[in-house]
């Protein structure tokens, strides 16, 4: 959910971390610590909820501590969401730091089956481990200048193929690149890569390479993508790794069938054959899974159907209330 202009029920409290001297790194867990303290004190907060293992739990538990010091009980609820667990999880120094977060939670959720597989298998964890799946706002999918926009990127007789993500080597934007070049060998089609990161230059390369720079268009990092998906007609995601796999849903959430890997969480969110289509990792199979989607529109919009009822399943009215009753749970123990 991504939070815009001011609201009235959200306020921020800003973490501002000093330089000291006598530290290499400033001491941003240790001020955050505090930072929970002082908010759950002077806020009179029930109950912390926080994401990520590292910083936010263990921060969340060393503010625990310091609030029993005084009395104040303070339930956790820690939510895992990936990289805390699949890449810190290949670092043993974080280890212990992490199964003692998770563990000292009051409660604990996990985004996908997957993902809590993942942190009993990497982690000395005693704890159960809720799934429940992110969630997106269905209202806030409903576009009015679809058309015109999408003319300012494709011709009418042109299809195209989409991309977002924060370009890190894990997403694989090569890998789209190369589907591209055979897909536009057979079917009219653009390609639009949302976003930015460490793979963009290599990407950009690759096009240069391959003599794609008019079809391939990069448009950076932008404040809505939902908007620029909204105008696509097949979202490609051939990430090695993916804990759960949001941008698919969000592309789902607009109609794009999408057309991914099957690592990770990605299964429990795109189901073969019905909101898009999947395939293994570096396999040249999903060139022939995009073909099979645009070259057919009565097959196409069947899919872009299925994809907007999958995308439903995962709508905030029907997630919203797992949270809910994780906080009851959690506060009737208190």
């Known amino acids: 959910m991504r939070l815009g202009a001011a609201h009235k029920r959200v306020r921020y409290h800003e973490v501002n971390v000093s330089d000291y001297p006598l530290f290499i790194y400033p001491p941003y867990e240790l001020v955050l610590a505090s930072k929970m303290v002082d908010v759950v004190k002077y806020e009179k907060l029930d109950l912390l909820h926080v994401h990520y293992a590292i910083p936010h739990a263990s921060a969340a538990i060393t503010a625990k ?4 010091e005084e009395g104040i009980h303070l339930p956790v609820i820690t939510t895992l969401h990936g990289t805390d667990i699949t890449l810190l999880g290949k670092d043993a120094s974080f280890e212990p730091v992490i199964s003692f977060a998770i563990n000292k939670s009051d409660a604990v959720t996990a985004v996908s089956n997957s993902l809590k597989n993942d942190t009993y298998k990497l982690f000395g964890i005693n704890k159960d481990i809720e799934v429940i799946p992110n969630f997106l706002n269905l209202e806030k999918t409903e576009f009015t200048n679809q058309k015109e926009l999408r003319a300012e990127f494709a011709a009418p007789d042109e299809k195209i193929l989409i991309h977002v993500s924060n370009f890190r080597p ?3 934007i090569l890998d789209i690149i190369e589907v591209y070049a055979l897909v536009k ?6 390609l639009i890569l949302i976003g930015d990161g460490p793979e963009r230059s290599r990407a950009e390369q690759k096009c240069r ?3 794609l720079c008019e079809e391939v268009i990069f448009v950076g990092n932008v404040k809505n993508p939902l908007e620029l998906l909204s105008i696509g007609d097949v979202f490609m995601l051939p990430s090695e790794s993916e ?3 949001l941008a698919a849903l969000e592309a789902m959430s607009v109609g794009l069938p999408v057309i991914s890997t099957n690592t990770g969480g990605l299964p429990e969110v795109n189901r073969h054959g019905v909101s898009g289509m999947m395939s293994n990792v570096g396999d040249e199979d ?4 995009v073909i099979f989607l ?4 009565k097959r196409l919009e069947k899919f872009s159907k299925q994809a ?3 995308a439903a399943d995962f709508s905030i009215d029907k997630i919203l209330p797992m949270y809910e009753k994780v906080y009851q749970s959690v506060l009737a123990t208190v």
């Open 65 to 68: 501590q310091v609030l029993a």
């Open 294 to 297: 645009l070259s057919d529109e």
């Open 243 to 245: 804990s759960f796999g």
């Open 185 to 190: 060998d057979q079917i009219k089609t653009k």
């Open 286 to 289: 999903m060139a022939k899974n």
């Open 170 to 172: 894990v997403k694989r």
């Open 209 to 211: 390479e391959l003599s």
């Open 308 to 310: 907007r009822l999958r």
